[in-house]
Nanobody, 115 residues
Framework: QVQVVESGGGLVQAGGSQRLSCAASRSIFSIKSMGWHRQAPGKQRELVAGVTSDGSTNYADSVKGRFTISRDNAKNTVYLQMNSLKPEDTGVYYC?????????WGQGTQVTVSS
C-alpha cells in the first residue's frame, strides 16, 4: 500500500510559477513510477509528467519546456515545477504512484491560472 499526498496548489497569474509536491508514505525506491496528472473542468484526466524509479522522465507535449518533474529520494517526495503558466494549465492536479501492480492516487490539488 502507498499513500500519496499533494500540496502546493493555488491561484497564480499567467506567466507565473508554482511548485507542487507529492509526498509518498514509503521509500520511492520501492515505487515503480510516480506521476502528475491533471483534470480540467469538463475534460478527461491527462498525464502531465512522470518519473520512473531509475529517474527517466516523460512529459505531455503541452508542458514540455515549461514543467519539470523531479524527485527527492531522501524525502520520498516528487515535485512538479511549473513555469510560464497558462490559463489552460488550470485544473486539479493529481499525483499517483505505481507499485506492487497497483496505482495509488492522491486527493488532488487545485491549480488556477488567471489571465
Amino acid at each position: 500500500q502507498v499513500q500519496v499526498v499533494e500540496s502546493g496548489g493555488g491561484l497564480v497569474q499567467a506567466g507565473g510559477s508554482q511548485r507542487l509536491s507529492c509526498a509518498a508514505s514509503r521509500s520511492i525506491f520501492s515505487i515503480k513510477s510516480m506521476g502528475w496528472h491533471r483534470q480540467a473542468p469538463g475534460k478527461q484526466r491527462e498525464l502531465v509528467a512522470g518519473v520512473t524509479s531509475d529517474g527517466s522522465t516523460n512529459y505531455a507535449d503541452s508542458v514540455k519546456g515549461r514543467f519539470t518533474i523531479s524527485r527527492d529520494n531522501a524525502k520520498n517526495t516528487v515535485y512538479l515545477q511549473m513555469n510560464s503558466l497558462k490559463p489552460e494549465d488550470t485544473g486539479v492536479y493529481y499525483c499517483n504512484a505505481v507499485a506492487f501492480g497497483r496505482t495509488f492516487w492522491g486527493q488532488g490539488t487545485q491549480v488556477t491560472v488567471s489571465s
